[in-house]
Structure formats: C-alpha cells, structure tokens
C-alpha cells in the first residue's frame, strides 16, 4: 500500500472528492482520507442540493457564479454521472415589508457584483410558480440559479477521481498534521502515517481541530441542520425554492421526491445535555412552515428525516487557502450552510493552489487570517 502521494486530502466530502477528482485530471497523485466508512457521509449528502449565486456574500459570490458559467452544465457529462442539474432559477420567497427590504438588501448587493436577480411582486411569483399561497407577498428571482442533487454530485467525483487514479481510504480518523523541516508533511491517523508534498484540510467542522495541531485556528461553530424528503409526487416546479426568513428551502427532485430543510423554531429548545438535538417534533414544524407557503403540499407523505452539521464560520464565508505559517498546508472549509453549490468550482481551485498554479479568481477575501485583529 503506497502511503505516500503529492497531495493528501483530508475529508470525504464533495470538496475533498471534487478537489480529487481535479487534480488526478491533471496527473497529480492524490490520498483521499475519511474517517467515516462511507464517502460523503457528512453534509455532502444531507444537503438540499441548492446551486444558488442569490443571497450570497460579495466575498464567496464570485466562486458560484464561476462554477454555473463554466462547470455545472457539463458536470454529468464529464463525470460520467447524472448529477440531475437543473438551471432554473431560484425564487426567495417574501410575507411581509421587512421581508421584501431584506430582499431588496441581498438583490442590490447581488447586481452590484454581475448578477442577473431582480426583485418580482406576488403576482408575477405566482406566474413563475402557480403554487405558492397568497401570503407570498414579493420575491427575488434569479433565473441563472437552480439545484442538482448532492448524493450522486459527490458519488460522481469520488468515482471519476478514482478512475483517474486517486486512493480513498475510509475508516481513517485524522488525529494530526506534523511539520517536517518546518513543512507540512505527514498526516498521522489512528492507523497509519501518511505523507504528502501539499496537504489539504477539507473536513468541514472538524477541520478546526486539526487545523489546531499545527497551531491554526479557523473561528467556526457547527449548527444542526434538519432536511426532509416526501414520496414522489407529479411534477408541480422546477425552481429551487428559499424565503427571506431563511426557514425553509427545497425543490422537487428528477424523479418527483420533495427535499426541503427548515427551521423547526425548537432550534434553542432541543438540547441534549447543552448539545443540539432534533425531537419528534421538529420535522412536523419544519411542514406546517413550508405548507403556508405550498398549501397544494398539505397531504404528501414524508418519507425519511435527517440532520447534518453546518460549519459556521464567524464572518459567514469559507476559508479557502493556502497557510502562510505552515508551508504546504492548504484549508478549504467554514462553508456556513452553502458549501454544495460551490464545491465544483472550490474543487478547481484547491487543485490549483496544490498545483502552485495561478488560480482562476482570487481567492483573497477568503483568507484564513482575515481574522486576525487590526493593530
Ligand atoms: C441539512 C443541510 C442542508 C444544506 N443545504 C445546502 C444547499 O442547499 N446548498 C449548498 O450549497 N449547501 C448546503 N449545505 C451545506 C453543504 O452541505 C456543505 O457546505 C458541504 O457539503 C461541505 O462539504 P465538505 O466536503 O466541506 O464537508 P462534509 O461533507 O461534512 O465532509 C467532511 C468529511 O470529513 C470527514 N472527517 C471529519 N473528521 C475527519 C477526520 N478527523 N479524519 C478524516 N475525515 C474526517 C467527515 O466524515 C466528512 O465525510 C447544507 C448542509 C446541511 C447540513
């Protein structure tokens, strides 16, 4: 077993897979390492599949709207899987005034950096999609945004990465990263040693801790998220659905299945031993939120309920960069609840940072020390 590759990803995720999968397209040599026994076993397969540039952070924006020019049309084709893609716009969904100037916030922000969103009012929401309520007051609507689903995304990666030669080993926990000769060098493991010439840290919350043995501290928290998926109904819209609020978002999938994520309002409630929980009353509240606003949704049958952690980052963006102080090591995570839609175009530039190439946007307003204090 060779232990020893140029580059060494830690996290299974679809970033780790993504950024796999770009540098074996290169000829690179690549070690996949996750500590679960499945690839994509955290977020990367509880996401809601939002592949959205509204709403977005200026700072990450560019990075989503990269990947929906160049890289998300063509991305079943060249992983030779159908990541069910689909580029039909993304309503934010508004109730009341405060909602609507929330909106108006994000869209102004939103056309300042190039995109095309534009602020609609109810009437022409319901023209877009005919099946919202009448308490939908206004939304934004980008027509360039959409969703794809995150199970086979991050299984078309993983396949076509190692296809191309990338090693994954699973059952791996990552416990440290050793400099040598002041370089980040080796990945030590609760079984093995591992060794590469670029390390890339891509284990979503976790990775703080990691990042912590070579002294880095990214600020993050992680935060449960609840999902939910219905039994296949007829085609109603093919829009991927958000609100001002944030308490709720989904879509209906290629082969009927509604997925939406929500906010049960029970968030500071349930706590098991000061931890986040979920009850049997969370997903209930997450339905009775998203059938005010899909009434048409009141019978469909839930079929399976899931949580996935979210790494926060305190400034609300990811890190995605090279570290200065440890030669070698690269952190790509802090994604904040939007990690999915980008993971293409953040799986082409960990593997031009790795590469030492130039990257094809700049990456640095996403900084590991945009944290530290100005003196
Ligand atoms: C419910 C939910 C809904 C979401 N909806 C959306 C959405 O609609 N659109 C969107 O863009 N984003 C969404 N996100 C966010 C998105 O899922 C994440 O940002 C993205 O999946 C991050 O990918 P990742 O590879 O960084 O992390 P992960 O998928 O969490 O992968 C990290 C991997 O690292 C592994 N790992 C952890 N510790 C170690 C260790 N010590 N050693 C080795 N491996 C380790 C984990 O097991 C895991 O497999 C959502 C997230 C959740 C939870």
């Given at each position: 077993m060779s232990k020893c590759a140029e580059v060494v990803i830690i996290g299974g995720g679809v970033i780790g897979c993504a950024a796999a999968y770009y540098l074996a397209k290169e000829g690179v040599s690549v070690i996949v390492l996750e500590k679960t026994d499945n690839i994509g076993n955290g977020a990367s397969s509880r996401n809601g599949g939002g592949v959205r540039q509204s709403g977005r952070d200026p700072r990450e924006l560019p990075l989503a709207m990269y990947g929906i020019r160049n890289l998300w049309p063509t991305l079943s084709e060249e992983l030779g899987v159908n990541v069910e893609y689909h580029k039909e716009g993304n309503l934010r969904l508004g109730k009341t005034e405060h909602h609507m100037e929330i909106l108006q916030g994000l869209t102004d922000r939103a056309t300042a950096c190039g995109l095309d969103v534009r602020m609609i009012d109810g009437k022409e929401v319901r023209e877009i999609n005919p099946y919202l309520s009448d308490e939908v007051i206004g939304a934004s609507w980008c027509p360039t945004d959409g969703h794809a689903n995150p199970l086979k995304t991050t299984l078309g990666f993983?396949?076509?990465?190692?296809?191309?030669?990338?090693?994954?080993?699973?059952?791996?926990?990552?416990?440290?990263?050793?400099?040598?000769?002041?370089?980040?060098?080796?990945?030590?493991?609760?079984?093995?040693?591992?060794?590469?010439?670029?390390?890339?840290?891509?284990?979503?919350?976790?990775?703080r801790a990691i990042a912590a043995t070579v002294g880095i501290d990214i600020p993050m928290r992680k935060e449960l998220i609840e999902a939910l998926v219905t039994e296949a109904e007829p085609k109603m819209f093919a829009q991927m659905l958000g609100t001002a609020d944030a308490d709720f978002y989904g879509h209906q999938t290629e082969h009927g299945s509604f997925v939406f994520g929500g906010a049960?309002?029970?968030?500071?409630?349930?706590?098991?031993?000061?931890?986040?929980?979920?009850?049997?009353?969370?997903?209930?509240?997450?339905?009775?939120?998203?059938?005010?606003?899909?009434?048409k949704l009141a019978d469909a049958k839930i079929v399976r309920t899931w949580g996935g952690y979210e790494d926060i980052c305190t400034d609300g963006v990811p890190v995605i960069s090279k570290i200065d102080e440890v030669p070698g090591l690269i952190i790509a995570c802090a994604f904040t609840g939007h990690g999915f839609g980008i993971a293409p175009t953040v799986g082409l530039l960990l593997s031009q940072l790795a590469m030492e190439k130039e990257t094809v946007l700049d990456l640095s307003a996403l900084r590991y020390d945009r944290f530290k204090a100005v003196i």
């Open positions: 993983y396949k076509r990465a190692r296809e191309l030669g990338a090693k994954f080993y699973s059952g791996e926990t990552v416990l440290e990263i050793k400099k040598i000769k002041g370089k980040a060098r080796q990945v030590i493991t609760d079984h093995d040693i591992y060794e590469g010439e670029h390390i890339i840290l891509a284990c979503g919350y976790e990775s049960s309002g029970m968030e500071d409630v349930n706590k098991d031993n000061g931890m986040q929980a979920t009850s049997s009353l969370t997903a209930p509240c997450i339905c009775r939120g998203i059938m005010k606003y899909i009434p």
